[in-house]
């Protein structure tokens, strides 16, 4: 059997349907395609479960169609799976060249109209569950059982140099939205009080507030990779280190898919959505606000230091967590 998977962004979003992706192949012994944007073939090669990826050309949409069209008609499929939701997710379905009475599947958070391009919607909406939860809700559809959920990725090995016996704590201090970031100092004070080798890490556009954290650590203390790898790179070294602190970001994702364990700091997203998913994590966020906005920059800024410090010491020292 053969089955397409359309999810082209965002990449938190990728990491949420792997866990549903990988259920559907084992369960229906299927090869599975994905649609993906352009900026994330090289991280979708990285999914042992998939055959063959796609690129979608969102930018330049217009005069590479034909070509992509062309792409999605090479081969022939038993079942497509939108876990976008979209309108763009739902026509590209479409695209796709498929078996007699083949169906379109789209998820429970489907808009834009999106449901009308399908065969069936999978599942009732519910936001009160994690993004991981509703990309299953494919499996129930299809009556196939929906653990252990697993998230089927390995990048590639990179190399850093460690200090001895200590162990390897990773800082991904921001986002792209300023309310999601905990000022940088508390950073600061974080690395004071570990006894660890820190790794900073971010985009480009980060390296203004990891350099402010590199000068105010201790000499050799920290290593900055902010800005200096790949995105497959930065998956690397997430996967070799002992605990990654973060905020809600990529980084956050990827650590968090590769198994590493997270301690997350949230602030007006929610953490019950798209925290980092299962046990071996740990969520920091105020307690006592009675609504939160995407827009609200105060919340993540009343974490306090000492709860973070507190938190990644406990996981440090827990050897559950891969110590």
């Keep these: 059997m053969r089955i397409l998977i359309v999810k082209t962004s965002s990449l938190g979003d990728l990491f949420h349907a792997l866990p549903a992706v990988h259920l559907l192949k084992a369960a229906m012994d299927a090869e599975i395609d994905w649609v993906v944007n352009t900026q994330y073939v090289g991280l979708a090669e990285c999914f042992s479960d998939v055959r063959k990826v796609i690129p979608f050309p969102r930018q330049g949409l217009i005069s590479n169609l034909g070509a992509f069209r062309a792409e999605l008609r090479k081969e022939t499929y038993d079942l497509v799976v939108d876990l976008q939701g979209l309108l763009k997710s739902a026509l590209i379905c479409r695209m796709a060249k498929r ?3 083949a169906e379109i599947l789209g998820p429970s958070f489907q808009r834009e109209g999106a449901r009308f391009f ?3 919607v999978v599942g009732k909406k519910n936001k009160q569950r994690h993004a991981v939860e509703e990309n299953l809700d494919v499996l129930r559809f299809l009556g196939k059982p929906d653990f252990p959920v697993e998230f089927p990725i ?6 850093f140099q460690c200090l001895e016996k ?3 704590v990773v800082f991904a201090p921001c986002s792209r939205h300023a309310a999601k970031n905990w000022p940088w ?3 600061v004070e974080l690395g004071e009080h570990l006894d660890c080798q820190v790794i900073l890490v971010g985009a480009p556009t980060d ?3 990891c350099e402010k954290i590199e000068n105010h650590l201790p000499e050799g203390a920290c290593t900055n990779l902010c800005g200096k790898t790949s995105l497959l790179e930065l998956g690397g ?3 070799r280190a002992d605990l990654v602190v973060t905020v809600d970001s990529g980084p956050m994702h990827m650590a968090s898919a590769a198994g590493t364990p997270c301690l997350a700091i949230f602030g007006p997203t929610d953490p019950t959505r798209v925290g980092p998913f299962g046990d071996q994590h740990r969520v920091v966020r105020v307690s006592g606000v009675r609504t939160y906005s995407k827009q609200d920059l105060d919340s993540i800024r009343m974490v306090k230091a000492i ?3 507190q938190t990644a010491k406990g996981m440090l020292n827990d050897e559950t967590v891969g110590l």
């Design 99 to 101: 078996a007699k009475r």
């Design 118 to 120: 399908y065969s069936a």
């Design 154 to 159: 390995r990048f590639p090995d990179v190399d």
């Design 166 to 168: 200590k162990p390897v």
């Design 185 to 187: 100092k508390r950073f």
């Design 207 to 209: 390296v203004e507030t």
């Design 237 to 239: 070294v997430l996967q």
């Design 307 to 309: 709860d973070v410090i």
